[in-house]
Structures are given as structure tokens and as C-alpha cells.
């Protein structure tokens, strides 16, 4: 994850803390701050599922190559064999990182949403 999009996290993150006080309008400012953060996390979301489609077919085909390349005997000692190389471990950490991010990504997107009608609802009573 690059640093500015783990920034831009910390910052909207920062935006949760209730504070005592706070008027209809910043509760309604916040609350569409949050539902901007929520579309920008969804776009990076599309490229992280993006790159994780990639990652599924290079993890795969390794697999694939590990298999038929493999001079083992039986099918169980190809298996083993393909999924101990060094390719394939690469490529399935690199599937993993993703898987990873993603889960990360959600999960604000997730706390951001929350969040945006939490606010949202705060910006329509009276007194806070």
C-alpha cells in the first residue's frame, strides 16, 4: 500500500473522534467527508481487485508449471513439489499481499460508511 493512500486512511481516520459540541454543520461536513473517503477507498479497492486477478492467474500458471516441469512419480509428490518452489511461494505471497490490502481496504471502507450515517444523523438533531 502506498504511502499516500495509507495517509489519506490516517487522515479520515482522525475525523472519527466525537467531540463535545460539534453544530449540525460540521456533523453534516464530516458526515460527507466520510462518504468521499468511502468512494476514493472503492476506486482503490478496483485496483487491488484488479491486480489481485492477475496475481490468481500468475499464482495459478506457476502452480501449473510446477506441476508439469515436476519428474516425481506420483501426484500428491508434484503437489509438493510445485508448491514448495521458490516461483510459486513468490507468487503466492504476492497473491497474499493483495488478499491482504483488500481486507485492510474493506474494513475502513466498512468503518467510513459507518461513520458517513452516524454523522449524517447527527446533523439532523437540534442540539449535539
Known sequence: MDNQLKDFIS???NLLELSE????QEAS???AKFLAAHA???EYKRQYK???IKATSLERAVYAQGMANDTAKNVTEKKAFAEASGSYIEAR???EAIQAELS???TYMDIFQNAHVFYRKLSNEEVL
Open 11 to 13: 487522515k479520515c481516520a
Open 21 to 24: 459540541g460539534i453544530t449540525p
Open 29 to 31: 461536513k464530516r458526515a
Open 40 to 42: 476514493v477507498l472503492n
Open 50 to 52: 484488479q491486480e489481485q
Open 93 to 95: 505471497e504476492n497473491l
Open 104 to 106: 485492510y481496504l474493506q
